[in-house]
């Protein structure tokens, strides 16, 4: 199988592009008032979007098809900027999560075809990773908006405003607890179809590292048995 083709440090800045939208965003929401949820105004959404285009550019396919699905996108952004009354967030989801989804197999066609461990492919693994975080992330803000009672909410987050400030930010984070199995129970699934999909990332989450890792233990044996034969 030919390897893909890719644009050069194009995972690498997807990589910080998305540690910075999971890390520093948080910083700039708390601590600036010119931080928006809107992608026209919020430079951490804006470059995981860009940045992920720019990782299919050199896959004419890949790059049109991805184009058609990030259009919607920042329709969507923008009519929210300018009557958030509007905004819903079924739709909303839906389309966030067949654009990450769309990069997601992108990149799970890049690790399968590796033939040699190299940054890139560490570089992928780990964005992959990210991606399918923020994947289950938009899928939970879909159930609540959909599901009366879908989830409970810990007192502390109630009173604090969280769930109607800023439910994606807090659906990240419970993604991401739930994929790495913490649990801190300040979130529960009560809805069937929420527990559902938080067992579904739960045990991808597990099957993910233990089969990335054994793809990767594994193609650094083979290498290191080419340059024995050497």
């Known amino acids: 199988m030919k390897l893909l ?27 600036s008032f010119y931080y928006s949820e809107s ?9 995981v979007l860009l940045t992920s285009l720019y990782l299919v550019t050199d896959n004419r396919k890949f790059f049109i ?22 905004f819903n967030p079924q739709i909303s989801s839906l389309i966030y999560i067949l654009f990450f989804g769309y990069i997601s197999i992108f990149l799970c066609r890049y690790l ?19 991606f399918i975080a923020f ?4 899928i939970y803000l879909a159930t609540y908006s959909t599901f009366e009672n879908a989830f409970s909410f810990s007192d502390n987050l109630i009173a604090h405003g969280d769930i109607t400030n800023d439910s994606t930010s807090l659906f990240t984070y419970f993604s991401f607890v739930t994929m790495t199995t913490l649990g801190y129970g300040d979130i529960t699934p009560i809805h069937p179809i929420s527990r559902a999909w938080v067992a579904a990332q739960s045990v991808l989450g597990q099957l993910y ?15 290191a048995k080419k340059k024995k034969v050497k």
Do not use: E
């Open 5 to 31: 083709q890719v644009p050069r440090h194009s995972f690498l800045l997807l990589l910080i592009s998305l540690l910075m939208m999971l890390v520093v965003a948080p910083y700039l929401k708390t601590y």
């Open 209 to 223: 590292l233990a089969i990335v890792m054994a793809r990767l233990v594994g193609l650094y044996i083979v290498d």
């Open 135 to 138: 994947i289950w992330s938009f």
């Open 39 to 47: 992608v026209l105004l919020n430079p951490f959404i804006m470059t």
């Open 112 to 130: 399968i075809k590796s033939k040699s461990v190299s940054l890139n492919v560490i570089y992928a693994a780990v964005c992959l990773y990210l």
């Open 65 to 86: 098809v991805g184009l058609l699905i990030l259009i919607p996108v920042l329709v969507i952004n923008t009519h929210f900027y300018f009557d958030k009354s509007s």
